[in-house]
């Protein structure tokens, strides 16, 4: 199961959900086929209820823990055989190409480093934001009711906020991490964080992994297109214009 935030125009609205990839490339709102998944069930007041179960925020389904998440699973199952079937409407399952995707974790509860050094939560940029500081990459574990990590994404630490990626996954990803920053590549395999405990981590934080030390990238100008490159997503940033010499250090 993949999470992420989006949000779409909707007539002169604006719809901002959580979202799971399907099998078919589209994505799924997951609180509003809830609501019709209970309607058909014959549910009292399925809005409402959908919104507790399943609701519109990963940071809200962090913070219900394991059990919201085994609730997303099943949602999740009912959106794949309803898409399989060919019968799934638009308004409860875009195209990618008709969202914006935000980080996944838009606010956190809390930001900070593995060194515990807090960052600005209110300071987290997503997919096509501006970098203001050298890239940096590395993963951020999102916390869960009882303290563990509820998933992973990319993240790269930015000055006094941070980058997140889009997608969230729920276990250790595997293989590589790949950066390229205009025409430079680096590469680190996720086992560069073999045996990194994790401190007890609160509901909706997002807690920075150490970022692995790598050979310093040449100077790069303002604009440079950054590219983290991991098997669940493909994270595209720029270069802004404070960061005048980026190095990874």
């Not at 190409?97 to 480093?113: E, G, N, S």
């Not at 909706?204 to 669940?232: N, W």
């Amino acid at each position: 199961m993949i999470l992420g935030t989006a949000t779409w125009a909707e007539g002169p609205a604006e719809r901002r959900a959580l979202v799971a990839r399907l099998d078919s490339g589209r994505v799924a709102d997951l609180n509003r086929i809830e609501a019709v998944r209970l309607r058909k069930l014959g549910e009292g007041d399925p809005d409402r209820l959908a919104e507790a179960l399943v609701p519109p925020s990963l940071r809200r389904v962090l913070e219900g823990g394991p059990r919201a998440l085994a609730r997303l699973r099943q949602t999740l199952a009912y959106a794949e055989k309803w898409d399989r079937r060919g019968t799934l409407p638009e308004a409860l399952a875009p195209r990618l190409a008709a969202i914006d995707l935000l980080p996944c974790l838009p606010r956190p509860a809390v930001l900070r480093r593995a060194d515990g050094g807090c960052l600005d939560r209110l300071r987290v940029a997503g997919p096509g934001g501006l970098l203001d500081a050298p890239p940096r990459p590395t993963l951020a574990a999102l916390g869960t009711l009882g303290g563990q990590a509820g998933g992973y994404c990319l993240a790269l630490e930015d000055g006094e906020g941070a980058a997140l990626g889009a997608w969230m996954i729920l276990v250790w990803p595997e293989g590589h991490l790949d950066l390229r920053a205009g025409t430079h590549r680096r590469r680190i395999p996720f086992g560069a964080w073999e045996g990194l405990e994790l401190p007890i981590l609160r509901p909706g934080e997002a807690l920075l992994l150490p970022p692995p030390r790598l050979k310093p990238l040449p100077d790069l100008e303002p604009g440079t297109s950054l590219t983290l490159q991991a098997p669940f997503e493909t994270l595209t940033l720029r270069l802004g214009l404070e960061a005048l010499h980026p190095t990874v250090q």
